[in-house]
């Protein structure tokens, strides 16, 4: 028991410090080898198994349930982005684009193509984790089944389903549309 605790320590370990800076290949080797040195005694079955229930372990730890509150949606950002000042001097809600606009050229919100973040530059970075801001994303990142250029105008994303609750009930005084989303949220490193 005592190996099996450590193995798997030292797998998780190693795991997460190579997650962000190495390609799965890479990862899969440093796992391979360090299987290798804490039991040489165990196949290459036994491996196999091991790397793969730890990439489902992981994959847990790359996600988040979270409770995102969408005011309206639309495939119109402009309409949405007019709606979303008026909600913030209604609400006192703070904006956030996270320096997105929309560029025209590729029906797209977007950093823009000069952005420090080149791997995101000139494409969509969504808002991935807890805040109360007002901000336009797209719906399909928070509900699968939505249409993909479909818009919405996030007021804020929330860990409990209580605080989401609270807000939403502030929120439907002014917005009758309002609705909450549970969303399974990827909240790992994207680069």
Same mark, same amino acid.
Do not use: W
């Given at each position: 028991?005592?190996?099996?605790?450590?193995?798997?320590?030292?797998?998780?370990f190693?795991?997460f410090?190579?997650?962000?800076?190495?390609?799965?290949?890479?990862?899969?080797?440093?796992?391979?080898?360090?299987?290798?040195?804490?039991?040489?005694?165990?196949?290459?079955?036994?491996?196999?198994?091991? &790397? +793969?229930n730890?990439?489902?372990?992981? %994959?847990?730890?790359?996600?988040?349930?979270?409770?995102?509150?969408? =005011? /309206?949606?639309?495939s119109?950002?402009?309409?949405?982005?007019?709606?979303?000042?008026?909600?913030?001097?209604?609400?006192?809600?703070?904006?956030?684009?996270?320096g997105?606009?929309?560029?025209?050229?590729?029906?797209?919100?977007?950093l823009?193509d000069?952005?420090?973040?080149?791997?995101y530059?000139?494409?969509?970075?969504?808002r991935?984790?807890?805040?109360?801001?007002?901000?336009?994303?797209?719906?399909?990142?928070?509900? &699968? +089944?939505?249409?993909?250029?479909t818009? %919405?105008?996030?007021?804020?994303?929330?860990e409990?389903?209580?605080? =989401? /609750?609270?807000a939403?009930?502030?929120?439907q005084?002014t917005?009758?549309?309002a609705?909450?989303?549970?969303?399974?949220?990827?909240?790992?490193?994207?680069?």
């Open positions: 028991m005592r190996k099996f605790m450590i193995r798997h320590i030292l797998i998780i190693t795991f410090i190579a997650a962000c800076g190495t390609s799965s290949e890479d990862q899969k080797v440093v796992i391979q080898q360090d299987l290798t040195k804490v039991d040489t005694t165990n196949s290459l079955q036994n491996s196999v198994t091991n &790397e +793969k730890l990439s489902e372990d992981t %994959a847990n730890y790359e996600n988040a349930t979270y409770f995102v509150i969408v =005011a /309206d949606t639309s119109d950002y402009y309409l949405l982005n007019k709606k979303m000042y008026t909600l913030s001097l209604q609400t006192g809600i703070p904006i956030d684009t996270m997105r606009f929309y560029n025209k050229t590729k029906n797209l919100i977007a823009p000069n952005s420090e973040d080149e791997i530059a000139g494409d969509y970075f969504p991935r984790f807890p805040s109360q801001n007002l901000s336009l994303e797209y719906l399909n990142f928070y509900r &699968e +089944k939505s249409g993909e250029k818009i %919405a105008l996030v007021t804020g994303i929330y409990t389903e209580n605080s =989401a /609750d609270s939403m009930t502030a929120l005084k917005e009758i549309k609705f909450k989303i549970k969303a399974n949220i990827y909240i790992g490193c994207l680069h």
